[in-house]
Each structure stands twice: as structure tokens, then as C-alpha cells.
């Protein structure tokens, strides 16, 4: 059987509410050909039946995590089921727009870099708009990987955006171990990190993603750790790449990580109501 040119692939944990939506919003892409796997973390609702429903469609493979282990373990057991040459993850509870998945490949396809990020807007837990249009700041255009590491670094914020957003090369991810887990709030960011040092990076400009706030996530009860974590991979990355981490580089993120970490403490409070 030839393998498809993209795999989606969904880490799904208590997303009953939401799954139904995320599936239709990949199975409903056009101009591009795509498995979709979703994995099941032994959720405590409906989602492994939601989720089920969605069988008979080819494309879709259906698989079921053991718990423990957190997030990591279930994006790693999806991503190894995968066999595409491009990859996207969508977490169960956000959504993909209309043409984002056959943009994205083209865009890896036509530049050669590795891993390509859209923009997106972030929602609350009903569906309405908390930002329009959010990310790639200071990513606008094509650049080294190393390059865009670096300014992610220094912002002291995942510039890339959640996975929804973003797509690689699914080869590469395997070779730098999978999703990276020694910092868990910044699995997305550290990993796009190990995949960008060996390449480079090129921007998709347009909205091509939603991603839902809430209480429940587990980035949101992680809030009183991001700091500190931030750190830890900012110091992490300058032993591991002092040619492209400077001291002065890690001083500016570990001030501005600390900052955003507050910034978005008082974003969770006054969103409150809207993420519950």
C-alpha cells in the first residue's frame, strides 16, 4: 500500500465535547492526499466512541493508549503510527481551516524547509474568538532554522504556535527523537527547536488554524511552571547549541519568558468564565 503524502494525527484525552468537530474539520481538507490517526488516552468520556464513528472512513485509523505516561505518551505513540512524508498533530479540541493542509504541504514541498507555522485564532470554550489572527511574530519570512530557534528563544514564547499550526517533515521529526518531552509545557516548542536545527524554516501567512482555550487543558494547569521551564530549555539549549544561544540571549528569554508566564497568569483569570 504507497503511503499518503501527510499524516494528521490526533493525541485524544476527554475530548468528547470537541472530537466530532476536529475530525470533520481534517476529514473535510481537500488537494491532498491523507491518513488521519487518532489515538485514544484511555479517556474517562465518550471520546474512543465519538471517535469510532469515524472508522469507516479509509483514511482514518482508530488506535487506543494505555494511560499514564502523560501527553507525551500518547503524541509519540500516534506520531509512530504515522507513515506520511509530511506530519500534523491536532490536539482533540481545535480545529483546522479549509485549505491549510494542501497549503502547507506546498509549502514544504516548494521551499525545502522543514517545518513550516500559520497563523490562528485562539477561542474560548464555546467557540467564540478570544484573538484573531495570532503568531509568526517576528517569523514573518523564510529563514534558517537556527535563526528562527533563536528569536523564539529570545521572545521567551513558542512563536510557532501550538501543533495545529504547524507542520514537518515527519522523517526528520523521527531522527530527532520524536516530541521532547524534559520540559512538558514546552513539548511542542522544544521539539520544533530539534527539528529546526536541521533546516530551515518558512512561514504559511494565512489563519489556518483554531485553538481552544480551557480549564481543562493541561498547558493552563502547568500556568505556576512555565517560568520555570522556559528556563530550563532556554539553559538546556545554550549547553547543547552556544553557537546559537548567546549569554545575552538567554538572559533576554529567561526575562521575557518569566514576563509572558504572568501575562498569561492574568489572562487565565480574567478568561476565566469563557475557558470553563
Known sequence: MTAPTLSVVIPAFNNGRTIA???????????????????????????????????????????????GGGAARNWNRVTAAATGEYIKLVCGDDLLRPGVLARQVEILRSSGAVLTACKRDIIDVRGGVLKRGWGLRGIERSLPG?????????????????????????????????????????IDQATYSRVLLEGDFAPDPQIGATFRMSTTQWSVALTNDQARQARGFHEWLRRDRPDIISRADLLRGNANATMMAHARRASYWLLKKRMG
Do not use: C
Open 146 to 186: 537556527s535563526i528562527a530557534v533563536r528569536k523564539a528563544v529570545i521572545a521567551g514564547s513558542n512563536l510557532f504556535g501550538e501543533p495545529a499550526s504547524v507542520m514537518m517533515r515527519r522523517a526528520l521529526l523521527a531522527d530527532v527523537g520524536g516530541w521532547f518531552s524534559e520540559f512538558p509545557y514546552l
Open 21 to 67: 468537530e476536529t475530525i470533520e474539520s481534517i476529514l473535510d481538507q481537500q488537494g491532498v492526499d491523507f491518513e488521519l490517526i487518532v489515538a485514544d488516552h484511555s479517556s474517562g468520556d465518550d471520546t474512543r466512541d465519538i471517535a469510532e464513528d469515524y472508522r469507516h472512513d479509509p483514511r482514518v485509523t482508530i488506535l487506543e493508549t494505555p494511560g
